[in-house]
């Protein structure tokens, strides 16, 4: 059975309205009363109506999230499952939902963003894989969307950013390598439309400079699976093979490693291999997959407050994550002494 406000205030002795004014924390009853009203509905089950609630306040108590990604290969990708997860765990807090939209193209994207605000479905939403040049910021400013984005986009932005520097660990990756004696230290990388796409090649690149090593064995993939094997397998082929990769996610990493294997390459012995996300998997793969965690649980649930934050009437301000730091396993070790070429 449904309880209702008029079961609360006969349960607490007090009107509907004070009721009411205790549920939505607004002035009216004093705070003694207040924890009363608030201790029976409890006890009750009392669960506030949303539609009614939205209704009252032009809230539709809902938070977007477009994902450009082709469906069929989303599913593959573990960094968006634990992303949404951390989102979710904020928004059930505040009884929020979400509403989560899959473009498979450019286009679809733009009307995903258009569809949500010409329906009033969403509040707000939160922005991922910021690109160069992101065209997504003056859409959701002329569509007067507030949104959050992770990390700070290249361009002038209104929103606030969940930012996490990406960079450290992959510099602390090279010099990890490089100490075990590698100097032949390829990287594949994610798209370069994208801003952590970019940034970790140039943290690569840099790095490599800085240890005295020439950054040529650079490959641009998607970030997937079937990527991360093509990339591995053009590595392989080149006439100086690296003795150490570096890719930009677990998912090809775990690809890369596993086509090395099947080519009777033993990883670390011919090959040393590292990752980044720090996937679920990274710890059970064989061997276990030396990697940086970015820890998308985490970041979906700052980005999930602040948004919610901001739409409270918070000012908006930039967040700072930790800095992710190199996890040494198994799939790196020292460079062979003789390098096949």
């Given at each position: 059975?449904?309880?209702?406000i008029?079961?609360?205030?006969?349960?607490a002795?007090?009107?509907?309205?004070?009721?009411?004014?205790?549920l939505?924390?607004?002035?009216?009853?004093?705070?003694?009363?207040?924890?009363?009203?608030?201790?029976?509905?409890?006890?009750?089950?009392?669960?506030?109506?949303?539609?009614?609630?939205?209704?009252?306040?032009?809230?539709?108590?809902?938070v977007?999230?477009?994902?450009a990604?082709?469906?069929?290969?989303l599913g593959?990708?573990?960094?968006f499952?634990?992303?949404i997860?951390?989102?979710?765990?904020?928004?059930?807090?505040?009884?929020?939902?979400?509403?989560?939209?899959?473009a498979?193209s450019?286009?679809?994207?733009?009307?995903?963003?258009?569809?949500l605000?010409?329906?009033?479905?969403?509040?707000?939403v939160?922005?991922?894989d910021?690109?160069?040049?992101?065209?997504?910021?003056?859409l959701?400013?002329?569509?007067?969307?507030?949104a959050?984005?992770?990390?700070?986009?290249?361009?002038?932005?209104?929103?606030?950013?969940?930012?996490?520097?990406?960079t450290?660990?992959?510099?602390t990756?090279?010099?990890?390598?490089?100490?075990?004696g590698?100097?032949?230290?390829?990287?594949?990388?994610g798209?370069?439309?994208y801003?952590?796409?970019?940034s970790?090649?140039?943290?690569w690149?840099?790095?490599?400079?800085?240890?005295?090593?020439?950054?040529?064995?650079?490959?641009?993939?998607?970030?997937?699976a079937?990527?991360?094997?093509?990339?591995t397998?053009?590595?392989?082929?080149?006439a100086?093979?690296?003795?150490?990769i570096?890719?930009?996610?677990?998912?090809?990493?775990?690809?890369?490693?596993s086509?090395a294997q099947?080519?009777?390459?033993?990883?670390?012995?011919?090959?040393?291999?590292?990752g980044?996300?720090d996937?679920?998997?990274?710890?059970y793969?064989?061997?276990p997959?030396?990697?940086?965690?970015?820890?998308?649980?985490?970041?979906?649930?700052?980005?999930?407050?602040?948004?919610?934050?901001?739409?409270?009437?918070?000012?908006?301000?930039?967040v700072?994550?930790?800095?992710?730091?190199?996890?040494?396993?198994?799939?790196?070790?020292?460079?062979?002494?003789?390098?096949?070429?």
């Amino acid at each position: 059975m449904t309880v209702t406000i008029n079961d609360v205030a006969q349960a607490a002795g007090v009107s509907k309205g004070a009721v009411s004014y205790a549920l939505n924390g607004q002035p009216g009853v004093s705070d003694e009363t207040r924890e009363r009203i608030l201790k029976v509905a409890k006890d009750l089950g009392w669960k506030p109506n949303l539609r009614a609630k939205g209704l009252s306040s032009a809230k539709a108590f809902a938070v977007g999230l477009v994902i450009a990604r082709d469906p069929r290969l989303l599913g593959t990708d573990p960094f968006f499952p634990a992303f949404i997860a951390g989102i979710e765990t904020t928004l059930v807090e505040h009884e929020y939902a979400l509403v989560l939209t899959v473009a498979a193209s450019a286009e679809a994207e733009e009307l995903g963003y258009r569809k949500l605000a010409a329906d009033g479905r969403v509040d707000g939403v939160i922005l991922t894989d910021m690109r160069v040049d992101d065209s997504r910021i003056a859409l959701l400013k002329g569509l007067k969307i507030p949104a959050v984005t992770l990390n700070r986009p290249e361009t002038s932005s209104p929103f606030p950013a969940v930012c996490m520097d990406d960079t450290e660990g992959i510099t602390t990756a090279v010099e990890h390598l490089v100490s075990l004696g590698h100097s032949r230290i390829a990287h594949v990388a994610g798209p370069q439309s994208y801003i952590h796409g970019r940034s970790r090649r140039l943290a690569w690149q840099n790095a490599m400079s800085k240890a005295g090593l020439e950054a040529g064995s650079f490959i641009e993939s998607d970030f997937t699976a079937a990527g991360g094997l093509a990339a591995t397998a053009e590595l392989l082929r080149s006439a100086q093979r690296p003795t150490a990769i570096i890719y930009a996610n677990d998912l090809m990493a775990t690809a890369g490693q596993s086509y090395a294997q099947s080519l009777g390459m033993t990883v670390p012995g011919d090959l040393s291999i590292t990752g980044y996300d720090d996937t679920e998997l990274a710890s059970y793969l064989n061997p276990p997959l030396t990697t940086i965690p970015a820890d998308p649980l985490l970041w979906g649930r700052v980005a999930a407050q602040v948004l919610l934050s901001i739409l409270g009437g918070a000012p908006a301000e930039d967040v700072y994550l930790p800095s992710p730091k190199l996890v040494v396993r198994a799939s790196t070790g020292a460079a062979p002494s003789r390098p096949k070429n």
